[in-house]
């Protein structure tokens, strides 16, 4: 339902400081053309930060354009930007996760909340894709010897290989959304057997997926997880989930990948565990403490590969997928249609 003024106000601040993630001028023109009638959209052009999901200080110039804002189409939204905004019905958030937009305020309103979810599918299950081979065929290992210029193959070849192929390799996927599933897909096809854990396990199995499991039958699957992968969103049910407890009763060559929330995961327990040879080796794209601190143990772990939170990067392919997704659910706001990717405000995602 539109406000009481006749003006109907689209505020796009997506000029973020990465260029990957700043809105390029043709998804401006994109966006001009594609405005139902009777719209107008106001382009921010103070800086914006792309990372998190909506904890931001927002600039002077942004304040003053939600004044009267229906819409706000960012990266998550500040509280102080939501208080600022108080004819706002929609808000869109070009980041998956909304953890950090679902502040008080938010919750106790009616205002519409939709994310990304699925948009970043792609470059993110290549992304992991990317880490479990590196780690299953020993790579850190060979990076190792390249630099120190040690010519060995029994490392790779003798008594104590820990060189795998995917057919041989049950992973289980915690969180069986699109990221979930864009990486069950392509696994499967390449032999693994992919378990998934979902919040609602009878509403069916996802595309590539063996199976699925609800939240109270994954930790029986643990033993026989030769990957355990997190890809579930931040919420309070899945704060600390991936304890030490449970790192103790995978395979002693079991890889850990975590693409979802740095607060999912023990990280403490995590590095005590790899640093033990316990594990054969973790990649981690997120972290409790984000820049990580030069403090961290995980900096100087070998088998460790280790990002700065860039697994959705995708410069050539994420707006036509976001503009597309924003586009589509404009029009069905505008005509009173069923939304896609509308956020349970108190189940987090």
Not at 196 to 214: C, M, N
Not at 312 to 340: C, I
Request: proline letters at 5%; aromatic letters at 6%; one cysteine or more.
């Amino acid at each position: 339902m539109a406000p009481d003024s006749g003006v109907r106000r689209l505020v796009v601040d997506l000029r973020a400081r990465a260029s990957a993630w700043a809105l390029p001028a043709a998804g401006e023109d994109r966006l001009r053309h594609a405005a139902p009638k009777g719209w107008e959209i106001t382009f921010v052009d103070a800086l914006t930060s792309s990372d998190g999901d909506g904890g931001a200080t927002p600039s002077g110039e942004v304040r003053a354009a939600v004044a009267d804002a229906e819409v706000y189409f960012g990266y998550g939204m500040a509280r102080a930007l939501f208080t600022a905004a108080p004819r706002l019905r929609w808000i869109h958030s070009a980041s998956a996760g909304v953890g950090g937009l679902l502040f008080t305020e938010v919750r106790a309103s009616e205002v519409i909340v939709t994310n990304s979810a699925g948009v970043h599918a792609v470059p993110i299950a290549e992304y992991m894709l990317g880490g479990i081979l590196y780690l299953l065929k020993s790579f850190d290992i060979a990076l190792n010897h390249q630099r120190a210029g040690i010519w060995d193959k029994n490392v790779f070849a003798g008594p104590a290989s820990t060189v795998r192929e995917l057919r041989d390799c049950r992973v289980l996927i915690i969180g069986a959304g699109g990221i979930g599933s864009a990486l069950a897909t392509r696994l499967t096809m390449l032999g693994a057997r992919c378990t998934g854990v979902r919040r609602h396990p009878e509403r069916g199995t996802p595309e590539g997926f063996g199976s699925v499991v609800g939240p109270d039958g994954w930790h029986d699957l643990l033993p026989e997880a030769d990957v355990l992968v997190i890809a579930a969103p931040a919420t309070s049910e899945t704060k600390s989930m991936v304890t030490g407890e449970v790192l103790d009763r995978l395979p002693p060559n079991a890889i850990v990948v975590n693409v979802a929330r740095g607060s999912l995961v023990d990280e403490s327990a995590l590095a005590e565990r790899l640093a033990e040879g316990k594990l054969r080796g973790a990649v981690l794209d997120v972290f409790e403490e984000e820049p990580l601190p030069a403090s961290s143990p995980l900096w100087g772990l070998s088998r460790v590969l280790l990002t700065p939170h860039v697994s959705a990067v995708s410069p050539h392919d994420f707006w036509e997928r976001e503009l597309t997704l924003f586009v589509d659910n404009w029009h069905r706001y505008v005509e009173g249609k069923q939304m896609l990717n509308v956020v349970n405000k108190e189940a987090g995602y």
